[in-house]
């Protein structure tokens, strides 16, 4: 399975980003996927997440609100809208994908996940 990010960018504070993530290859082994995200100097963490069916989500608190995970199976593609975006979003967004669950397991931690795309930068400007 390959996982290519995009939609990162530079936008000012207050502004909006939608991030895609496309899968390619054995995408009939992905159930849950997820966002994550990597700034400078610390740990990855995740930003979202959400199951197999759509039917479950998670956020991290910090973006509770602000951002929305949602996905197209038919198109193998999951997003992350961005809104609200403040400087401390500022980082290397990453896709990630888990192999078969059921459908409405939601992944929280990295270890969790399966399969990574390379990242996509997103920069908040004050």
């Known amino acids: 399975v390959q996982l290519v990010e995009s939609g990162g960018g530079v936008v000012q504070a207050g502004g909006s980003l939608r991030l895609s993530c496309a899968a390619s290859?054995?995408?009939?082994?992905?159930?849950?996927m997820g966002w994550f995200l990597q700034a400078p100097g610390k740990e990855r963490e995740l930003v979202a997440g959400i199951s197999r069916s759509a039917g479950r989500t998670y956020y991290a608190d910090s973006v509770k609100g602000r951002f929305t995970i949602s996905r197209d199976n038919a198109k193998n593609t999951v997003y992350l809208q961005m809104n609200s975006l403040k400087p401390e979003d500022t980082a290397v967004y990453y896709c990630?994908?888990?192999?078969?669950?059921?459908?409405?397991?939601?992944?929280?931690?990295?270890?969790?996940?399966?399969?990574w795309g390379q990242g996509t930068q997103v920069t908040v400007s004050s």
């Open positions: 290859g054995r995408t009939f082994s992905i159930s849950a």
């Open positions: 990630a994908a888990s192999r078969v669950l059921p459908p409405l397991v939601v992944r929280t931690a990295d270890h969790e996940y399966d399969y």
